[in-house]
């Protein structure tokens, strides 16, 4: 058995597990990183996961810090508005539409879109060129016991690591949340979402939109071109056994029923990938520490995909992680450390957690009244100038969002 000495292991080769790698291994920090599959890192490969991430203004700054964004820029596509839409019973005609200008308050974009596979292709380069960084695809964490000065993480393989500090970045069902005891408040809305990529004739000229209807949210978002034709990627949010039969519709009758659901928005939608399936659900940890231990990403939290704010709070969650390692190395991964990392975090997760739930469990009601209460809703948020521009800072992550 070979035992391992790190100053950190990331426990989840996902996106955020890669960011956290190269964030802390950029910082100086040296890392080990361990997932139990191997990345799939091509767009029509078995497994590769289709959905995309916008990366808000923030977001793209803890990217840079990494150094990373250099490798994700060129593929990346700007979001300079999000529109907000409800749409009638007949859904050919538009209730209400309402646009999200980042002019309104920044001189750059809300964010920049790419696709998760692409992530994981680019991610996984970076960390794997820098000396004190090690990746390991293949292996997973399986056991953890910490003492006060030390983390000590079994492997699948049978080795041993021996660390000062273990980040969890390892899924909603993290096995190292578990292994510390930790427990963790699940609402299930029985939904599923629908994740794939479609063409269109009608450029989308960099607007991210989503389209509210009973079951969820249709969310189109900008990629770039594919096969010569405009091409988005598209969340489809329905009712369980509704997103089952849609996914099993041949493929004409799939297109006819995306287009129609989506107002017409881009004109006529071709299906350009797989589709993947996913859970909705919210989940919250009771705590974000453990001995030696932070958990971030989805182990520390898990919303509907909503405004872009899953993944943006994961790397939220590294920058006060490595804020508060910068400020004191001598004290990675410490009972102070670790106290302070729960504190900064809490309150701004619960709240967000919260609030696209709130939103989510609106947006699956049907009826006349429940779709003009929303479209009332949607034309407050906009109507009123302070508003829309403290909304979109807020979405940007409050303090964190340059004022004009």
């Not at 969340?235 to 996914?247: C, D, K, Q, S």
């Amino acid at each position: 058995m070979t035992e391992f000495t790190h100053d950190i292991l990331v426990a989840g080769g996902g996106i955020a597990g890669l960011t956290a790698a190269a964030a802390f291994g950029q910082a100086g920090f040296s890392v080990l990183c361990v997932d139990p599959a191997p990345p799939v890192t091509e767009r029509e490969a078995q497994g590769a996961d289709l959905r995309t991430t916008a990366f808000l203004q923030p977001a793209q700054a803890m990217l840079a810090r990494a150094g990373l964004w250099g490798r994700l820029a060129p593929h990346a596509m700007p979001l300079q508005t999000m529109r907000i839409m409800d749409i009638s019973g007949e859904m050919e005609k538009s209730r209400v539409r309402r646009d999200f200008d980042a002019a309104d308050i920044s001189d750059q974009p809300f964010g920049w879109n790419l696709p998760n596979w692409l992530l994981r292709r680019e991610m996984a380069a970076r960390v794997e060129e820098m000396p004190n960084v090690t990746f390991r695809p293949g292996v997973a964490a399986t056991g953890l016991f910490t003492r006060t000065g030390e983390a000590r993480v079994r492997l699948s393989d049978g080795d041993e690591a021996r660390v000062r500090l273990v980040i969890a970045a390892d899924g909603r069902n993290s096995p190292m949340r578990q292994a510390a005891g930790i427990g963790a408040r699940t609402l299930r809305f029985g939904q599923k979402a629908l994740a794939f990529a479609v063409t269109h004739p009608i450029p989308h000229e960099n607007v991210s939109t989503e389209i509210h209807l009973k079951g969820g949210p249709f969310t189109l978002v900008p990629l770039p071109d594919h096969a010569g034709k405009p091409s988005s990627a598209v969340v489809w949010m329905e009712e369980g056994r509704e997103a089952l039969r849609l996914r099993d519709l041949p493929t004409e009758a799939l297109e006819a029923t995306m287009s129609a659901r989506s107002a017409w928005l881009l004109g006529p939608l071709s299906l350009a990938s797989q589709i993947t399936l996913w859970p909705i659900i919210s989940r919250v940890a009771d705590r974000f520490a453990g001995e030696r231990l932070a958990l971030v990403a989805e182990a520390a939290h898990v919303v509907p995909p909503i405004g872009a704010q899953g993944l943006n709070m994961s790397l939220a969650d590294l920058a006060a992680l490595l804020e508060l390692a910068e400020a004191r190395p001598e004290g990675l991964g410490d009972p102070a450390m670790l106290a302070a990392y729960d504190r900064k975090r809490a309150l701004d997760v619960r709240m967000r957690v919260a609030g696209v739930s709130m939103l989510n469990g609106v947006s699956m009601l049907g009826g006349q009244p429940f779709g003009a209460l929303r479209a009332r809703g949607i034309e407050a948020l906009h109507g009123v100038a302070p508003v829309r521009r403290g909304l979109m800072r807020l979405g940007l992550g409050a303090g964190n969002a340059p004022r004009p």
